[in-house]
C-alpha cells in the first residue's frame, strides 16, 4: 500500500509561485509516473503536471505549460512541482497520485489511470 504525502500549499498573491511536494511512502516510484492534479471548488478533477522517475520525461497541460515546472530527487523519492505566476483561477486542492502500472505517454494525462491519491494541500491565489 503506498501512501502519498503533500505539502506546500498555502495563500500567494496573484503572480506569485509556490513550491509543493510529494513523497511517496511504501512504495518508490521506482519505474512509474508521478502526477498532479487540481481540483477548484465546483469543477471536475484535472491535469496539471507529472514525470516519470526513470528519465527525464515531463508533461504538462497546456494552461500550465511554460510557467510551472516539475523536479524530482529520486535519493529522496520526492517530486516538486514549481508553480509560478499563479493565477486566481487556480485556487484549488492539488493532488499527487501514483498510477497503478507505468503508463504510455497517451495515458500520463487520464485521471483514470491513476490509483494512489494523497490527501491533496490547498493552493489559494488571492489578493
Known amino acids: 500500500q503506498v501512501q502519498l504525502v503533500e505539502s506546500g500549499g498555502g495563500l500567494v498573491q496573484p503572480g506569485g509561485s509556490l513550491r509543493l511536494s510529494c513523497a511517496p511512502s511504501g512504495r518508490t516510484f521506482s519505474t512509474y509516473t508521478l502526477a498532479w492534479f487540481r481540483q477548484a471548488p465546483g469543477k471536475d478533477r484535472e491535469f496539471v503536471t507529472a514525470?516519470?522517475?526513470?528519465?527525464?520525461?515531463?508533461y504538462y497541460a497546456d494552461s500550465v505549460r511554460g510557467r510551472f515546472s516539475i523536479s524530482k530527487d529520486n535519493a529522496k523519492n520526492t517530486v516538486y512541482p514549481q508553480m509560478n505566476s499563479l493565477k486566481p483561477k487556480e485556487t484549488a486542492i492539488y493532488y499527487c497520485?501514483?498510477?497503478?502500472?507505468?503508463?504510455?505517454?497517451?495515458?500520463?494525462?487520464?485521471?483514470?489511470?491513476?490509483?494512489?491519491w494523497g490527501q491533496g494541500t490547498q493552493v489559494t491565489v488571492s489578493s
Open positions: 514525470i516519470r522517475r526513470s528519465g527525464n520525461s515531463e
Open positions: 497520485a501514483i498510477p497503478v502500472r507505468q503508463l504510455i505517454t497517451s495515458k500520463v494525462r487520464a485521471i483514470y489511470e491513476y490509483e494512489s
